[in-house]
């Protein structure tokens, strides 16, 4: 994602236009608190395209989001790089997803002929904004649910490896019969498309629509952690003069 900075200026400066403050070396680490002390801390990242999020209230890294993973372009088409998809896996389960369902099923995933232009949780929104609205894994074959935890193990698989696992676990434990998938827009590739996972636990949003459909972002909130949320609230109640 970050090496893309440096695709999308030679893109630029071909079109004409600078291109210079394409950096690929432009993050920020952003530490809260003491990794050394008793209490609460956290850290992220941030930069264009990668905003990840971790925090501990315990000793031990608990909450991962929001994480926000996006690509520009999601298929590099020309020079040196041509051939390179990011974020290849994250369209392609959900797209296999699709075209596996049947007519009844594609009736209740589709949610809309048109992609919206971004995510909807964008930074000040409620989760509420994408509502758990689509086809629930419940009325799925074997085959479709697969393809719904593997996409989920995509998204989990870009922590390491401990804390996918937690996070899968945490997903399975609250019931992946409960999860929903939607999807809106066109099912061709090259086409504007918008997919969402909806769970007791999580949203997972990707959408694919600008610059001409070849321009990704992605977001992993969870309802109850983002920023560690929970676990400072029941770190504060427990252990009252850590405010």
Same mark, same amino acid.
């Given at each position: 994602?970050?090496?893309? +900075?440096?695709?999308? &200026?030679?893109?630029?400066?071909?079109?004409? &236009?600078?291109?210079?403050?394409?950096?690929?070396?432009?993050?920020?680490?952003?530490?809260?608190?003491?990794?050394?002390?008793?209490?609460?801390?956290?850290?992220?990242?941030?930069?264009?395209?990668?905003?990840?999020?971790?925090?501990?209230?315990?000793?031990?890294?608990?909450?991962?989001?929001?994480?926000?993973?996006?690509?520009?372009?999601?298929?590099?088409?020309?020079?040196?790089?041509?051939?390179?998809?990011?974020?290849?896996?994250?369209?392609?389960?959900?797209?296999?997803?699709?075209?596996?369902?049947?007519?009844?099923? &594609?009736?209740?995933?589709?949610?809309?002929?048109?992609?919206?232009?971004?995510?909807?949780?964008?930074?000040? &929104?409620?989760?509420?904004?994408?509502?758990?609205?689509?086809?629930?894994?419940?009325?799925?074959?074997?085959?479709?649910?697969?393809?719904?935890?593997?996409?989920?193990?995509?998204?989990?698989?870009?922590?390491?490896?401990?804390?996918?696992?937690?996070?899968?676990?945490?997903?399975?434990?609250?019931?992946?019969?409960?999860?929903?998938?939607?999807?809106?827009?066109?099912?061709?590739?090259?086409?504007?498309?918008?997919?969402?996972?909806?769970?007791?636990?999580?949203?997972?949003?990707?959408?694919?629509?600008?610059?001409?459909?070849?321009?990704?972002?992605?977001?992993?909130?969870?309802?109850?952690?983002?920023?560690?949320? +929970?676990?400072?609230?029941?770190?504060?109640?427990?252990?009252?003069?850590?405010?």
């Amino acid at each position: 994602i970050m090496a893309l +900075d440096s695709v999308l &200026r030679e893109m630029e400066q071909a079109a004409g &236009r600078d291109g210079s403050d394409r950096d690929p070396l432009a993050y920020s680490v952003v530490v809260f608190g003491s990794p050394a002390g008793d209490g609460p801390w956290g850290w992220k990242i941030e930069g264009h395209h990668l905003s990840l999020n971790f925090t501990s209230a315990t000793g031990l890294v608990a909450a991962v989001t929001p994480s926000f993973l996006g690509a520009n372009p999601a298929e590099v088409r020309h020079g040196a790089k041509a051939g390179l998809r990011v974020l290849a896996a994250e369209e392609d389960l959900a797209r296999a997803l699709l075209a596996s369902l049947e007519e009844s099923q &594609r009736a209740e995933a589709v949610i809309a002929p048109e992609a919206p232009r971004d995510i909807l949780t964008l930074p000040g &929104r409620p989760l509420d904004t994408a509502a758990p609205v689509g086809l629930p894994v419940s009325k799925m074959t074997p085959v479709q649910r697969d393809l719904v935890e593997r996409l989920l193990d995509e998204y989990a698989g870009n922590l390491r490896h401990e804390l996918a696992a937690q996070e899968m676990d945490r997903i399975r434990n609250a019931g992946i019969e409960k999860i929903r998938f939607a999807w809106a827009g066109g099912a061709a590739p090259g086409q504007g498309h918008y997919y969402r996972l909806t769970g007791p636990t999580f949203v997972i949003e990707y959408d694919n629509t600008q610059d001409g459909a070849n321009h990704v972002h992605t977001v992993w909130h969870d309802r109850e952690r983002d920023f560690g949320h +929970d676990l400072l609230k029941e770190h504060y109640e427990k252990d009252r003069h850590a405010k």
